[in-house]
C-alpha cells in the first residue's frame, strides 16, 4: 500500500503594470514607501529599500534598511517599519505593507521580493492581531499584491501550534 502523497501549494497573487488601476489608499502607501527608500542607509549593497505600513487606526509609519559596517547587524526596512509600527502601537493591527527599491538611482524594474526573515515578522504580526496583512511589492513594470502573508510562507513555523 503506498501512503505518499503529493500535494500543490497555490498563492494567489495580483499583478498590476499601471498604479493608476489601484485603489489610492494602496498609491498612497507605495508613494511613501518610495520616499522611504530614497532615504535609506545602504552604502555598503547601495541597494535603497523603503517600506511603508498602513495601520488599522489609518496611520502610516514609514521605514527603510539601515546597514551597518558588520553587515548582519543591519535591518531591513519591513522590519524597521513593522516593528516601529507595533511599538508607537501595540494594540493596532497592520492592514498593509508596500515594499519598494531604488538601485543605480533607479527604482527596480521587478518588484521587491521580500526576505524570509521580513516575513516570518509579518507573520507574527497578522497571527498576534488575527488580521491579514496585504502585501504590495512594487516594480516599474509589475506591482504584486498578496491578500495575507501567509500566501508567501506556505507550511511556516508556529511554536504555539
Ligand atoms: N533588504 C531590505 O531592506 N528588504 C528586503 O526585502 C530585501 C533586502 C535590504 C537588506 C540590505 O540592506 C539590502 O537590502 C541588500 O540586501
Do not use: W
Not at 488601476?21 to 494602496?26: K, W
Not at 527608500?37 to 514609514?62: D, H, M, Q
Not at 551597518?68 to 509600527?85: D, I, K, S
Amino acid at each position: 500500500m503506498i501512503s505518499m502523497n503529493k500535494r500543490k501549494i497555490i498563492s494567489e497573487i495580483t499583478e498590476y503594470t499601471d498604479l493608476e488601476e489601484m485603489a489610492q489608499e494602496d498609491r498612497t502607501l507605495i508613494h511613501k514607501a518610495m520616499n522611504a527608500a530614497s532615504t535609506a542607509y545602504a552604502p555598503y549593497s547601495k541597494f535603497r529599500v523603503g517600506a511603508a505600513v498602513l495601520l488599522e487606526n489609518n496611520e502610516i509609519i514609514s521605514g527603510n534598511n539601515q546597514e551597518n559596517a558588520v553587515f548582519p547587524v543591519g535591518l531591513c526596512a519591513e522590519r524597521v517599519a513593522v516593528f516601529y509600527a507595533h511599538a508607537k502601537y501595540p494594540d493596532v493591527p497592520i492592514k498593509s505593507i508596500a515594499v519598494s527599491a531604488i538601485h543605480d538611482n533607479n527604482f527596480t524594474d521587478n518588484p521587491v521580493g521580500l526576505c524570509g526573515s521580513c516575513r516570518q515578522v509579518l507573520l507574527e504580526s497578522e497571527n498576534r492581531f488575527h488580521n491579514d496583512v496585504k502585501i504590495i511589492m512594487f516594480g516599474r513594470n509589475k506591482i504584486i499584491q498578496l491578500s495575507s502573508v501567509k500566501d508567501l510562507l506556505p507550511l511556516h513555523f508556529d511554536l504555539l501550534k
